[in-house]
């Protein structure tokens, strides 16, 4: 699916989600959800907020806060719990399904995709008779990058050492 035609649809479904539940259309909301699409990374709402404001746009935290949650409950933004790090959000229309590796050292967010997960969401679900919808699972480690920080710095601790000796 085209970028344009993705953009078309969420903005329609959110344009629909709005109106379902009585709330007001307004352009913060659209200039909001049109960013997110914009974007192919995982975000907290600071981040969000503080992109939203560098592009001069007139976005409270609130709205941007409310505006977030709103995507969430009709399934536009998906909103993962890395470890104990704020909240992080991503689109979800139209994106493949995926799953997380999260470097405890820096942050840092891969995404991965093995069909051998959705096998196991199938059978799980066979097996224990659940009529399984999604699942999440992320792995937590250090990147390459913080690996090798700490095995330098290591190095440098031992022969530290061996000089005090
Ligand atoms: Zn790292
Ligand atoms: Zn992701």
Known sequence: MSEQKTNELVRKIFEAYLENKNLRKTPERFAILEE?????????VETLYIHMKNQKYRVSRATV???????????????HQF??????????YGYRQH??????????????CDPRIHQIQTMVGDLL????????LNLYGFCSDCSMANKVNQHAATAAKIEAN
Request: charged fraction near 30%; hydrophobic fraction near 35%.
């Open 129 to 136: 008779k659940f009529d399984v919808k999604h699942h999440s």
């Open 36 to 44: 997110i699409y914009s974007r192919n990374d995982h975000f907290d």
């Open 99 to 112: 799953d997380h590796v999260i470097c405890i050292e820096c942050g840092k967010v891969v995404e991965f």
């Open 83 to 92: 470890g104990k790090n704020m909240a992080q959000f991503e689109k979800s």
């Open 65 to 79: 806060y409310n505006t977030l949650e709103l995507l969430v409950s009709c399934d536009l933004v998906t909103k």
